[in-house]
């Protein structure tokens, strides 16, 4: 099936670790995108990509950081320089430059800091 | 800067008729999204307005005025499921890509 996964559902890591989400797709988009969303907020977003080997920081960049190996692959790393990282963190993609295509948006990573 | 305002709740009863607004203050302005997002789970595509005037699409239907920076979502025959959160976002296209800025979200009830 065609789709944007994202693992785990939850993840739970000790403050000060680093922790990488992962996000794979198989829809052949182009671009792909992080987002991070925290309780009565709406998505803020932290990276984007457009090609591989490529990509450019978004909104709230610091503490985080990303790679575009493959066009199927964009993982995000939260670093311990990250200092609220508890947060709903959501993938998304879009097929390309053209600004009618919406984002599509993987089932999302739910990462708590203890 | 890039500012989108939406209500933060609203509530509404099973079988009626339902308008959320949203304006935005922004330069490269090219297109507005709503999407819905049921609590814990992704959001989802509901609509798309680049030009002035009304989308219909089902129950759903979203407006767009550019000279006025102003954007609705109408839900019409509200249902239970329809108790969700409504996100309004406006596009750019930068040159490194398709730009999304989302709003905080209206956080719909519906009740009987």
């Known amino acids: 099936d065609g789709g944007i996964t994202q693992s785990p559902k939850y993840l739970f890591r000790k403050e000060g670790q680093n922790v990488t989400l992962s996000c794979e797709q198989n829809?052949?988009?182009?671009?792909m995108y992080w987002y991070r969303q925290d309780p009565g907020q709406g998505l803020r977003l932290i990276y984007y990509?457009?090609?591989?080997?490529?990509?450019q920081k978004g909104d709230i960049a610091e503490g985080y950081s990303v790679s575009r190996e493959k066009k199927e692959s964009f993982p995000l790393t939260v670093t311990s320089a990250q200092k609220n990282p508890t947060a709903f963190y959501l993938c998304a993609t879009t097929s390309g430059g053209n600004v009618r295509n919406e984002q599509f948006f993987g089932p999302g990573t739910r990462l708590t800091v203890l | 800067g890039q500012n989108i305002d939406q209500p933060t709740e609203m509530t509404a009863t099973e079988g009626a008729i339902v308008q959320i607004n949203c304006t935005y203050q922004t330069s490269g302005f090219n297109g507005l999204f709503w999407y819905q997002q049921h609590a814990g789970e992704a959001p989802t595509f509901l609509s798309y307005?680049?030009?002035?005037g009304l989308e219909e699409k089902g129950r759903f239907s979203s407006f767009l005025s550019r000279s006025k920076g102003y954007s609705y979502l109408l839900l019409k025959e509200l249902q239970m499921k329809d108790s969700a959160s409504y996100l309004c976002?406006?596009?750019?296209?930068?040159?490194?890509?398709?730009?999304?800025?989302f709003g905080t979200g209206t956080q719909l009830k519906v009740e009987l």
């Open positions: 976002a406006e596009t750019i296209l930068t040159g490194g890509g398709n730009k999304l800025t």
């Open positions: 307005n680049v030009l002035d």
């Open positions: 829809l052949n988009h182009d671009a």
């Open positions: 990509s457009q090609i591989v080997n490529d990509f």
